[in-house]
């Protein structure tokens, strides 16, 4: 099976693309997972995570089956 990625906003636009899937590994990381997409694209500063629609911290483990998200920082007003 697969961890399901998707983007917004700005990474969206900035990568061209809405998500991707990637293979699931025992161990991976948030932060592992965009390092394993993106090995020449550093995670912008400030970028937020959420794992399976929860905010996660970048060492926040990954399961086969989850859906992570990655988005810049939210303002409103």
């Known amino acids: 099976m697969a961890i399901h990625i998707k983007y917004f906003a700005s990474l969206r636009n900035h990568l061209g693309r809405a998500g991707d899937e990637l293979k699931a590994v025992v161990g991976l990381t948030v932060a592992d997972v965009w390092a394993a997409l993106h090995p020449d694209t550093p995670l912008p500063p400030n970028t937020l995570a959420a794992?399976?629609?929860?905010?996660?911290?970048l060492t926040q483990s990954v399961q086969d089956g989850d859906e992570v998200a990655f988005f810049p920082p939210v303002t409103g007003g």
């Open 51 to 57: 794992v399976n629609l929860e905010y996660a911290e």
